[in-house]
């Protein structure tokens, strides 16, 4: 079946530094990949969805190319603020599944410290 | 921007109790799902639905029964609570395969 890999789950940084996280997968098919961000206490909220094969998606300050040759979609800011700070989720959706139906990685929390 | 409405937002039932979980959307979208959130799995897909009436099992179904009675409102059902479903539940909704809203939560404590 799918799957989807967050190495790290936990990630430490000083404000206005660069940071990536990362985020492979594995699937039958060619699937579209999302990044989804969880703030304390609130919802998971998309962040990004990916394009088409190494193109670059952004939002917010970050961004993401999907490269299927690697089956990787690393989402990157190039200088973190505290704001930040939350739980952020790499996702996969198939085209042969369920509308929404979502693959979720275990999920990197990103602290941001002043 | 979409909205999708759980309640109750915390909730402590005993082993073996009867819990209900209830979401509301006003987006029109015809699919709504149910999540849990465990530390170290991320979200997995419990049940879903695509219209009234309709409920599709997801990846992780035991223990788990959910009815669609309207276009708005699904309801996540467990009629025999055990601490193994301790967790953070959310709803969601989709009306196409771009984005998923989610509600805020409903923590669940099974003691």
């Known amino acids: 079946g799918d799957s989807v890999t967050q190495t790290e789950g936990l990630v430490t940084l000083t404000k206005g530094l660069p940071v990536m996280l990362n985020c492979t997968y594995q699937t039958t098919y060619s699937p579209f990949l999302f990044w989804y961000v969880q703030h304390l206490n609130e919802a998971p909220k998309l962040l990004l969805k990916?394009?088409?094969?190494?193109k670059r998606t952004e939002h917010q300050g970050f961004y993401a190319t999907l490269h299927k040759s690697s089956s990787s979609f690393h989402l990157q800011k190039s200088s973190v603020q505290l704001s930040d700070s939350a739980l952020y989720f790499c996702a996969l959706s198939e085209p042969t599944q369920v509308v929404g139906q979502l693959t979720f990685g275990s999920g990197t929390r990103l602290q941001v410290y002043a | 921007e979409a909205a999708v409405t759980q309640s109750p937002r915390n909730k402590v039932t005993v082993t073996g109790g009867n819990v209900t979980l209830s979401c509301r959307q006003t987006n029109s979208h015809n699919y709504m799902y149910w999540y849990r959130q465990d530390t170290g799995h991320g979200l997995r897909l419990i049940h879903y639905s695509y219209g009234a009436g309709n409920l599709q099992i997801g990846d992780v179904p035991d223990g788990y029964k959910a009815t669609r009675t309207t276009q708005e409102d699904f309801f996540l059902l467990l009629e025999l609570a055990s601490p193994s479903q301790t967790s953070l539940y959310f709803c969601a909704s989709s009306g196409d395969i771009t984005e998923v809203f989610f509600g805020k939560g409903t923590r669940l404590t099974v003691v």
């Open positions: 990916s394009s088409t094969d190494n």
